[in-house]
């Protein structure tokens, strides 16, 4: 039997002394210009899976808030996907208006410049009128893009400092051959709030506050005798990337009928199907690198990809949250909920509908919290806010986003057994 | 509002077809629960969640892709207890706590339209 005592990782382990955190960080003009040159233009930043674009011609759009980015990643006729900036080469303009689709060519609807699902450009019009232009160095503009277990990560840099395996800096390595491909059916939930965009990803880094805030929506499920302040466990960190377990209630056992329902046509995505885990057959829970303690009542690993994301692999697919910084004091977060297929019939769209509703209820009282801490930021009276020993993944994001606006934080930091050594 | 009928054995969801049955997108059901009083949703929950297997069968019996306007109906006002049950069954009250009201959310099942 694992005591977890034993692996309530506290701050002081890890080296982190930094229990006081400038208020300013969360509120200052000039720290998010710093953060957009300093982090969001340097770190890699994840915006989709590969199987959202599974056949050549497929393409998405995705809008960047932080850096204003308005970006095409489309899959070629070669296989390749590609990354550009939605902007004709001509005067500029957005060309791809649709959030996603498959085409042969995009076509600015101003002048008709066409250009193929490969960037490149194929023909202007009146092209006697354009002698300068060179087509073949005048396609969309490319963004730096490479994968991770079907992940797109994109590096707006001129040349990225650090490759994408660089910068995972061995989180790759611990999740390899993780399933995420088994969950390919999402469901996104987005929403734009009055904070700062580090509250949500500082609330996603610590289990304190789970008894108190989720009392009504998750207590109960995962909030273990033995670990009342929910703890994160076996604390791991990669560079600026971290994860940690965190337990569940296996014997959560609701008895509200609607949700008694819910339960019997479909598990929500986090709750443990306990079949599954007997026969093997329970998607992450095999995987080596998550539960490392194998502790019995598992429910997640938190795994941080900094600077912006939080993963949670769960027992019927995994959550993925981001949090996008529109100003110091306002953010976009975006929520998908990953399952192992659409639905099939109107009982699991039901059941599907009942767990989105409930997942969402839970990252709004997230979100209302971080709007309240905002609130308070901006009133003045405090100039700094208190991080606990039981609180290490906050300190360590801030040490890391500091080093980054330093212009570090890309040379991987000392893994915990070198620092040990 | 539509001039559809619920299916006749479903006559007893007839008292909440005008609050949930025009409703299409998750949001708007979310925008319904926070704006109506905590008795309205209970008594909604009362009279669906105890039946909610009853519906399913009958509701089973469906191409759900080409659901007849009766059943494309019911299950429309159905819907509507995904939402109705957190305020009743988790926050006992409509809002959930500390929220801005009202509050929007964009939900995009992606790839896939549901009803």
Redesign the interface.
């Known amino acids: 039997m694992v005591d977890i005592n034993e692996h309530m990782t506290k701050a002081r382990e890890l080296g982190l002394g930094n229990d006081q955190v400038p208020v300013e960080y969360y509120t200052s003009p000039e720290y998010f210009r710093r953060e957009q040159d300093m982090i969001f233009r340097r770190a890699w930043l994840m915006v989709g899976r590969v199987d959202e674009v599974p056949e050549p011609g497929d393409y998405i759009v995705r809008d960047l808030p932080t850096l204003k980015a308005n970006v095409i990643i489309s899959r070629g006729k070669d296989g390749e996907v590609r990354a550009f900036h939605n902007a004709c080469s001509h005067r500029g303009v957005a060309l791809v208006c649709q959030e996603r689709g498959n085409a042969l060519t995009f076509r600015c609807p101003y002048h008709a410049w066409v250009y193929r699902v490969d960037g490149s450009l194929s023909a202007i019009p009146s092209e006697q009128d354009f002698p300068h232009v060179d087509k073949a160095s005048n396609g969309l503009s490319r963004i730096h893009l490479d994968m991770w277990a079907g992940f797109i990560f994109l590096n707006f840099a001129e040349e990225p400092e650090a490759t994408l395996p660089e910068f995972l800096a061995g989180i790759d390595v611990m999740l390899e051959g993780a399933p995420f491909e088994d969950f390919p059916f999402s469901i996104r939930v987005t929403d734009e709030i009055d904070c700062n965009w580090k509250n949500l990803v500082n609330a996603f880094n610590e289990g304190y506050h789970v008894a108190i805030l989720h009392s009504k929506t998750l207590r109960a499920a995962v909030v273990p005798k033995e670990n009342p302040h929910l703890h994160y466990l076996d604390v791991k960190h990669f560079g600026p990337h971290s994860a940690g377990t965190v337990q569940r209630n296996f014997d959560y056992n609701p008895q509200a009928p609607a949700l008694t329902w819910v339960y019997a046509q479909m598990l929500p995505t986090s709750a443990p199907d306990i079949e599954a885990i007997k026969e093997g057959r329970a998607g992450f829970y095999e995987h080596p690198g998550i539960n490392r303690l194998k502790i019995p009542n598992f429910g997640t690993e938190t795994i941080t990809i900094f600077p912006n994301i939080s993963i949670q692999p769960l027992a019927n697919g995994y959550l993925f949250y981001q949090f996008w910084p529109i100003s110091e004091g306002r953010m976009r977060t975006e929520v998908r909920i990953y399952s192992r297929h659409e639905p099939r019939t109107l009982r699991e769209e039901y059941a599907m509908a009942s767990t989105l509703a409930a997942t969402r209820d839970v990252v709004v009282e997230d979100m209302a919290m971080s709007r309240l801490q905002q609130i308070g930021f901006e009133s003045g009276g405090k100039k700094f806010q208190q991080f606990g020993q039981n609180e290490p993944l906050l300190r360590m994001f801030t040490r890391d986003y500091e080093a980054y606006l330093a212009g570090g934080g890309l040379t991987p930091t000392p893994t915990q057994a070198e620092a040990a050594e | 509002m539509s001039h559809v009928s619920l299916p006749e054995q479903f006559a007893f969801l007839e008292p909440f077809v005008a609050t949930w049955g025009d409703l299409r997108t998750?949001d708007e059901r979310?925008l319904k629960r926070q704006a109506l009083p905590q008795g309205e949703l209970e008594a909604f929950?009362a009279a669906l969640?105890?039946r909610?297997?009853e519906v399913?069968v009958h509701?089973?019996r469906?191409d759900?892709k080409a659901l007849p306007e009766a059943e494309a109906l019911l299950?429309r006002v159905?819907?509507g207890?995904?939402?109705a049950?957190?305020a009743?069954?988790?926050?006992?009250q409509p809002r959930?706590?500390?929220?801005?009201f009202p509050?929007s959310?964009?939900?995009?099942?992606?790839?896939?339209q549901?009803?």
């Open positions: 998750q979310y929950h969640a105890p909610l297997e399913f509701l089973d469906f759900p299950f159905v819907l207890l995904t939402e049950s957190q009743v069954e988790i926050f006992g959930v706590p500390y929220a801005p509050h959310v964009n939900m995009e099942w992606v790839g896939f549901p009803h």
